[in-house]
C-alpha cells in the first residue's frame, strides 16, 4: 500500500470533498486524513508535497544504506559517484509533487533518472527508490485503461532497455558482462521493471475501478433516496388534492342546495332567506380559505421566480394566479434581471379559458427562466399570436452561455411539467433547438370563439374535457 491510499487523496483528484465515514468507528487511513487536515495539509498539493520529501527521506537513507553494505564487502561507491546517485534520487522523489497535476510528466522524469540512476551502478547491482511505484500507481489511477496499457508499456522497455545497454557497457566498472551473467542481468532487470510499472499499475486500476464503483454506488443510493423522497411527497400530494375536491364539493353542493332554498324564500320569508344568504357567504368564505390552504401547501417551494414577488405577480394572498394579460410584467422582471427580451402581441386579444390562461403564463415564466440560466446574454424574443381557430406562444432565444451560478437542482416545472399543462388543456407544445443553435418553446392552443353574456369576446378550448380539473 502507498501513501496515496494512507491519506485517501485519490478523492482530490477531482476536486471532491472527502464524505464521512458511514462506520461508526473510524478507520486507520480516516484518522490520519484527519491529523493531515489538522496539520493544514487539506488539499492535493500539500499532500504531494509532503508524500514527495517522504519519498526523497526513505530513498535516500535506502541508498545510503547500500553504500554501507557496499563499503562492508570492498566495493564502496567513489565520493562523486554517491554524490550523483543522491541528487539522481532526490530528483526522482521531488517530481512527485506534480504527480497528479502531471502524471505522464512526472512518470517520464521518474523513468529517465532511474535510467541515470542504473548508468552509475555496477552491472551486478541494484537500486531503486520508491518513486517509480508511486508514479506509476498514479498513472493508474487516473489514465484511461487502454491509455495505461501504452503508457505502461514503454515505461517498461525504456526502464529495461536503459538497464540492458549499461549493463553491457557500464559507466561504473567500465568492463562489459560475460554472456551468461549479462542473461542474468537481463532477467533482473526486465523483472523489475514489469513489477515496477506492470504489477504496481494493474494494482493501481484495480483500486481506480473500485473507487468509481463505490462512488457510483453513493450516487445511486443516493438518487434512490431521492427518488423515494419526492414518491411519498407526490403520494402526500395526491392525497391532499383528493382531500381538496371532497372540501370543495362538500361545501359547494350544500351551497347549492341553499341558494336554491333561498331563491324560493325570497319575497314569501325575506328574513329566512337572508340567513340563507349569509350562512352561503360564509361557507363560500370557509371553503376558500380551506382551499387556499390546501393549494399553498401543494405549490413548489421557491416557485416564483429570482427578482420577482407574489405581489408583482398578482399572487397576493387571495388575489388569482397571474395569465397572459400580465405578460408584460413578466417580461419587464427579466429586463431588471439583465435578460435581453422583447414582447411582440398581434392578432385581436381575447380572454382564454382559466386554466388555459394559466398555463400559457407558466410556459412562458418556465421558458424565459430557462433562457436566463442557459442561454445567459442572449436575445430572447416572445411572440402570442391571437388567430382566428387558435392562439400560439412562441418563445425563442438566441445562443447564448450557461450560467455558474445556475441552480443545480430544477427550481421550476421543466419541459415535462410544460407539456403536462399542455396536454390538460388540449393545446400542443413544441420545443427544440434552433437552426443558429438557440432553442424555442412553441405552445399551441386550438379553441372554439363565442360571444359571452356581456359582449365580450371569449375562446373555449375545443377539448373541454381536460379544461376539467386542470392545475391553477
Known amino acids: 500500500m502507498t501513501f496515496d491510499d494512507t491519506v485517501g487523496a485519490e478523492d482530490s483528484e ?10 461508526p468507528t473510524a478507520c486507520p487511513v480516516a484518522l490520519l486524513t484527519a491529523g493531515l487536515t489538522r496539520l493544514g495539509l487539506s488539499g492535493p498539493v500539500s499532500r504531494d508535497i ?47 509533487c506534480v504527480r497528479r497535476r502531471s502524471p505522464l510528466l512526472c512518470l517520464s522524469i521518474v523513468v529517465l533518472t532511474q535510467v541515470a540512476v542504473l548508468a552509475l551502478l555496477p552491472a551486478d547491482v541494484a537500486f531503486q527508490g520508491v518513486a517509480p511505484f508511486i508514479a506509476a500507481y498514479t498513472c493508474a489511477t487516473i489514465l484511461a485503461p487502454r491509455r495505461l496499457v501504452w503508457v505502461l508499456l514503454a515505461a517498461t522497455v525504456v526502464h529495461t532497455a536503459g538497464g540492458l545497454a549499461f549493463a553491457s557497457f557500464p559507466l561504473a566498472s567500465g568492463t562489459p558482462l560475460l554472456a551468461h551473467d549479462f542473461l542474468g542481468i537481463a532477467a ?18 484495480d483500486v481506480a475501478t473500485r473507487r468509481r464503483f463505490a462512488r457510483l454506488e453513493r450516487l445511486r443510493e443516493a438518487e434512490a433516496q ?13 392525497r391532499m388534492a383528493r382531500e381538496l375536491h371532497d372540501i370543495a364539493a362538500h361545501h ?13 324564500l325570497i319575497g314569501r320569508d325575506d328574513r329566512a332567506a337572508a340567513e340563507m344568504t349569509a350562512w352561503v357567504r360564509s361557507q363560500g368564505k370557509e371553503t376558500l380559505d380551506s382551499l387556499r390552504m390546501v393549494v399553498g401547501t401543494l405549490r413548489e417551494p421557491g416557485e416564483h421566480p429570482p427578482g420577482t414577488s407574489e405581489a408583482d405577480e398578482g399572487e397576493a394572498e387571495g388575489a388569482p394566479v397571474p395569465g397572459i394579460a400580465v405578460l408584460d410584467r413578466l417580461v419587464a422582471g427579466e429586463r431588471a434581471l439583465g435578460s435581453e427580451v422583447t414582447l411582440e402581441r398581434t392578432g385581436g386579444a381575447y380572454d382564454l379559458p382559466p386554466v388555459a390562461d394559466v398555463t400559457f403564463y407558466r410556459v412562458a415564466q418556465e421558458a424565459l427562466a430557462n433562457a436566463r440560466d442557459h442561454a445567459w446574454g442572449a436575445r430572447v424574443r416572445v411572440e402570442l399570436d391571437y388567430r382566428e381557430s387558435e392562439v400560439v406562444l412562441q418563445v425563442e432565444n438566441e445562443p447564448g452561455v450557461e450560467r455558474a451560478e445556475s441552480p443545480a437542482d430544477s427550481r421550476g416545472m421543466g419541459l415535462v411539467g410544460m407539456r403536462e399543462r399542455a396536454y390538460l ?4 407544445l413544441e420545443t427544440g433547438p434552433t437552426d443558429s443553435g438557440g432553442w424555442h418553446i412553441r405552445l399551441t392552443l386550438p379553441f372554439t370563439r363565442r360571444i359571452s353574456a356581456n359582449g365580450a369576446d371569449r375562446a373555449t378550448a375545443k377539448d373541454a374535457p381536460h379544461d376539467q380539473g386542470g392545475p391553477g
Open 14 to 23: 477531482t476536486g471532491r470533498a472527502h464524505e464521512p465515514s458511514r462506520a
Open 252 to 264: 359547494l353542493s350544500g351551497m347549492v342546495v341553499q341558494a336554491g332554498a333561498a331563491e324560493q
Open 50 to 96: 509532503l508524500l514527495a520529501v517522504l519519498a526523497t527521506l526513505v530513498s535516500v537513507s535506502t541508498l545510503v544504506v547500500l553504500n554501507l553494505v557496499a563499503r562492508a564487502e570492498g566495493a564502496e561507491f567513489a565520493p562523486a559517484t554517491m554524490t550523483a546517485l543522491t541528487v539522481l534520487t532526490c530528483a526522482q522523489s521531488l517530481v512527485l
Open 425 to 428: 388543456i388540449g393545446a400542443v
Open 226 to 238: 431521492r427518488e423515494r423522497t419526492n414518491s411519498a411527497i407526490r403520494a402526500e400530494r395526491t
Open 188 to 205: 533482473a532487470q526486465a523483472l523489475s521493471a514489469v513489477f515496477s510499472y506492470g504489477v504496481v499499475g494493474f494494482i493501481g486500476s
